[in-house]
């Protein structure tokens, strides 16, 4: 056992060498510098930030559908996003910004070990189930739920895009009848969750998230943020068991039972009754979400 927390050890120390340079690899888009330096201003106005934003009409596109989501939860249309700052608020818009960019600095070609539309669709449907699931249960915190939700798997994103190779052994093990959260610890010393935290706080994003994130299949351990962890966990759950934007990633996905007392569900068979009441409003927002990846 010591041998194998020894070899385990300097794996992780390698990766988290590599993940210190993915930032030079990867620097922050030109369009979120903008952005939040223009938020960091008090004097900045909807419009001047909207003008911003407007730059990126991929960005755009994606804040305005987000936005208008009947998971997201508003009640008035956004039409704009001059609109959509005053709605949601300076706060939102830039997480909002914030998580796009990641997610497209992240991206890379599609191949045979992971379809990038796939695990978009599946990031964004557990991003808008967790905003749901936030607001139908009377949490708090929904925005930063949303984000978190969003970028819960980056880790696997950036294993594909910088570290290849690797992700190629894990797929391989895999295959031949390991899970992938052993095979992680295998080949990198450590899992995507732990992958996508400590990258998260190298882009200095709020705790919150980076606590969501790292214990999104854990919310139990979680000390900071298991009710919000054990949200996106669930919303995590629900796109496998309605087989709906389900990632193979997430195939032996285990639900951590600790939710029930968490999120004050009565039992499986509620918990069942609850699920399914999402399957009609998540195949609607898959139709609209399928434009954006």
């Known amino acids: 056992m010591e041998t194998l927390l020894a070899e385990y050890k300097v794996k992780r120390d390698r990766t988290e060498l590599i993940l ?29 930030l909207s003008k911003a934003i407007a ?27 001059e ?18 960019s990641l997610m497209e600095s992240m ?21 808008t189930i967790s ?20 970028l819960h798997d980056l880790g696997i ?30 080949v990198f010393g450590m899992n995507h969750a732990e992958i996508g935290e400590t990258l ?9 998230i980076t606590d969501i994130v790292r214990y999104h299949h854990t919310p139990a351990l979680s000390q900071n943020a298991s009710v919000s962890s054990s949200i996106v966990h669930l919303a995590d759950y629900i796109t496998q068991m309605l087989k709906l934007g389900e990632l193979n990633w997430d195939s032996m996905l285990q639900l951590d039972e600790h939710i029930f007392t968490t999120l004050h569900i009565k ?12 399957r009609e409003p998540l195949m609607h927002q898959m139709e609209s979400l399928k434009y954006l990846v």
């Not at 030079?24 to 223009?38: M, Y």
């Not at 499986?268 to 999402?278: A, H, K, M, R």
């Open 55 to 81: 730059k990126d009409q991929s960005l755009v596109l994606k804040i305005l559908t987000i936005a208008n989501s009947p998971f997201y939860g508003l009640t008035k249309r956004v039409s704009s996003i």
């Open 20 to 48: 210190r340079k993915v930032n030079s690899l990867s620097p922050i888009p030109k369009i979120l510098s903008e952005v939040l330096e223009l938020l960091n201003n008090v004097n900045t106005s909807p419009h001047i």
């Open 267 to 278: 039992d499986i068979n509620q918990l069942g009754e609850f699920i399914e009441s999402y």
């Open 107 to 127: 991206k890379n070609k599609s191949d045979q070990y992971l379809d990038q539309k796939s695990f978009w669709m599946h990031s964004y449907l557990t991003a």
């Open 200 to 208: 998260l706080k190298n882009w200095n994003i709020p705790e919150l």
């Open 157 to 186: 994103s950036v294993l594909h895009r910088f570290m290849h190779t690797d992700f190629v052994k894990i797929n391989e093990l895999v295959y031949s009848g390991i899970d992938y959260n052993e095979a992680e610890l295998r």
């Open 83 to 100: 609109f959509g700052i005053m709605i949601l608020g300076y706060d939102e818009i830039k997480n909002i910004v914030s998580a796009f």
């Open 131 to 150: 905003k749901k699931l936030t607001l139908d249960m009377g949490f708090e915190k929904s925005g930063e739920v949303f984000i978190a939700g969003l």
